[in-house]
């Protein structure tokens, strides 16, 4: 009989887990005869593609190096779309509006979802983090929290501005103009800075209890 490995037994966890975050919208839908959440599967899916990249990122760096042209296009891609893992704890922003006779229900269903997503930005983004650390060690941890910054950016720019992750190529002019303007007039667009600094706040301080839990889970097996 095969063995599984560690990283097979973490991929058949996070897809168990996913299924019952769609198996509550299903019994939602089906009970209550209402599809008002199924936008949560489609960012559900986008929160599995940083994942993938930052799988085949790791896969690729033991026989190439990082400024080879494919692992580059990997890094951006994972880099494009990490966003969307952390994007769907703002869908809570909902429950007022399709959750009248079904809150609590609601609220499980929909934590299932941003538990899920979260889980899978954390897991790719510390991927490409151990990948860093084991080549600029310490400095690695200023572009992972330059990263989370521009995550929490780009959530503001999503449940905002409506910007998408394709509108980086279907749209960049647009993109770049709302994104300068920002920058320029601060204090014309305060909400900007409260959620960007507030999500920072919250995805910075979670991820670096994961990275201390992981790393002295590395340390103690060591001894």
């Given at each position: 009989?095969?063995?599984?490995?560690?990283?097979?037994?973490?991929?058949?966890?996070?897809?168990?887990?996913?299924?019952?975050?769609v198996a509550l919208f299903i019994a939602r839908?089906?009970?209550?005869?209402?599809?008002?959440?199924?936008?949560?599967?489609?960012?559900?899916?986008?929160?599995?593609?940083?994942?993938?990249?930052?799988?085949?990122?790791?896969?690729?760096?033991?026989?190439?190096?990082?400024?080879?042209?494919?692992?580059?296009?990997?890094?951006?891609?994972?880099?494009?779309?990490?966003?969307?893992?952390?994007?769907?704890?703002?869908?809570?922003?909902?429950?007022?509006?399709?959750?009248?006779?079904?809150?609590?229900?609601?609220?499980?269903?929909?934590?299932?979802?941003?538990?899920?997503?979260?889980?899978?930005?954390?897991?790719?983004?510390?991927?490409?983090?151990?990948?860093?650390?084991?080549?600029?060690?310490?400095?690695?941890?200023?572009?992972?929290?330059?990263?989370?910054?521009?995550?929490?950016?780009?959530?503001?720019?999503?449940?905002?501005?409506?910007?998408?992750?394709?509108?980086?190529?279907?749209?960049?002019?647009?993109?770049?103009?709302?994104?300068?303007?920002?920058?320029?007039?601060?204090?014309?667009?305060?909400?900007?800075?409260?959620?960007?600094?507030?999500?920072?706040?919250?995805?910075?301080?979670?991820?670096?209890?994961?990275?201390?839990?992981?790393?002295?889970?590395?340390?103690?097996?060591?001894?």
């Amino acid at each position: 009989m095969k063995k599984v490995s560690p990283n097979q037994r973490v991929v058949w966890a996070l897809v168990f887990a996913s299924t019952i975050s769609v198996a509550l919208f299903i019994a939602r839908s089906l009970n209550y005869g209402s599809h008002e959440y199924w936008f949560l599967n489609w960012n559900l899916f986008l929160a599995w593609l940083p994942l993938y990249f930052a799988w085949q990122l790791e896969k690729r760096l033991k026989s190439e190096p990082w400024s080879s042209w494919q692992n580059f296009g990997l890094t951006f891609l994972w880099l494009a779309f990490l966003p969307n893992s952390f994007y769907v704890a703002s869908d809570l922003v909902h429950l007022p509006l399709f959750s009248l006779n079904t809150l609590l229900y609601d609220v499980v269903m929909l934590l299932s979802y941003s538990l899920n997503a979260l889980l899978l930005g954390f897991i790719s983004l510390f991927i490409v983090h151990r990948l860093l650390y084991l080549r600029i060690k310490q400095r690695s941890h200023f572009f992972i929290g330059a990263v989370l910054f521009l995550c929490s950016f780009a959530i503001y720019l999503g449940r905002y501005l409506r910007w998408n992750t394709w509108d980086v190529l279907v749209n960049p002019a647009g993109l770049l103009f709302d994104v300068s303007d920002r920058v320029i007039n601060p204090s014309s667009h305060p909400q900007t800075f409260v959620t960007t600094l507030g999500f920072f706040a919250l995805l910075g301080s979670t991820y670096i209890v994961i990275w201390q839990i992981v790393m002295a889970l590395v340390q103690k097996a060591r001894r």
